[in-house]
């Protein structure tokens, strides 16, 4: 029994010390927080945290891994289908504890999905606009965090292998919006301009994204639909502009 509450006080002095992690984080950024500070906020002592986390890192991957493993599978399934799925509640947060047990520490991701058997004909460009309403739903319903989940320990989007586990994550969903951009596009994966392009991309829709994560308190299902729209035309614009511009002969690009 003794046993038992020693455990129940270990778990809920972590949840409180993560819980305390994001609130911190989202409020004053990753840099600027410190362990000491997370401990007080969470009612443990400032030598006691380190029983659970080590550092800071360790505790952006605790924040971070779960959420943005789920949002792989999300892309994934629309990446596949054509159609961005749906969550049990629409713009509902994804909160790691909801999740299942993350990949180890290296794991490679999931392989590049592949059109489901079956699935009827559709415009090349429709499993990337898919995939890419599920992440801008995604950062929507998890705007509070996006800062965390996108940008703490940030690296380059081209570099191989990333020292964190949610680095490489992040790297794998830009990979992924980068090869669905060459399939539409009918770019070869070692064509200089599909960096270019998907570079493009990923920081156009960064960049709208983070026009709403600060400071709106609508519904993150209501901001969702209303700004959904606004984004499809957004990418319709960015992929008219890249079809134009890649139809120029090798000689033209040289």
């Keep these: 029994m003794a046993e038992r509450k020693r455990e129940i ?59 943005l493993h789920e949002l ?36 490679p991701g999931p392989p590049a999905a592949t059109p489901e058997p079956g699935a009827a004909a559709q415009r090349p460009e429709e499993p990337l606009k898919a995939a890419t309403r599920e992440f801008i739903r995604f950062c929507l319903a998890n705007r509070n965090l996006y800062n965390v989940l996108f940008m703490a320990e940030g690296s380059r989007v081209d570099e191989a292998e990333p020292a964190l586990e949610v680095q490489r994550l992040r790297n794998r969903l830009f990979d992924k919006l980068r090869r669905a951009i060459g399939r539409f596009l009918k770019l070869g994966d070692d ?18 994204i983070g026009t709403y994560v600060l400071g709106s308190r609508e519904p993150a299902e209501q901001l969702t639909d209303r700004l959904q729209p606004t984004f499809d035309l957004a990418v319709d614009v960015l992929l008219a502009g890249f079809l134009e511009t890649s139809k120029g002969t090798e000689g033209d690009r040289e």
């Excluded at 994001?22 to 007080?40: H, N, P, W």
């Excluded at 064509?191 to 998907?198: C, Q, S, T």
């Design 72 to 107: 792989e599978r999300r892309m994934d399934r629309a990446l596949r289908s054509g159609t961005p799925g749906q969550s049990s509640m629409p713009g509902e947060p994804v909160r790691p504890e909801k999740q299942g047990m993350p990949e180890p520490h290296g794991t």
């Design 9 to 67: 006080r270990s778990e809920e002095t972590k949840r409180a010390i993560v819980a305390a992690a994001a609130k911190l984080f989202a409020k004053r950024g990753f840099d600027a927080v410190t362990m000491r500070e997370i401990a007080r906020d969470a009612g443990c002592s400032h030598t006691a945290i380190y029983l659970y986390f080590k550092d800071k890192e360790t505790l952006l991957h605790e924040l971070s891994v779960g959420p």
């Design 191 to 208: 064509d200089p301009r599909l960096w270019a392009y998907a570079r493009i991309y990923f920081f156009a829709l960064n960049g709208m």
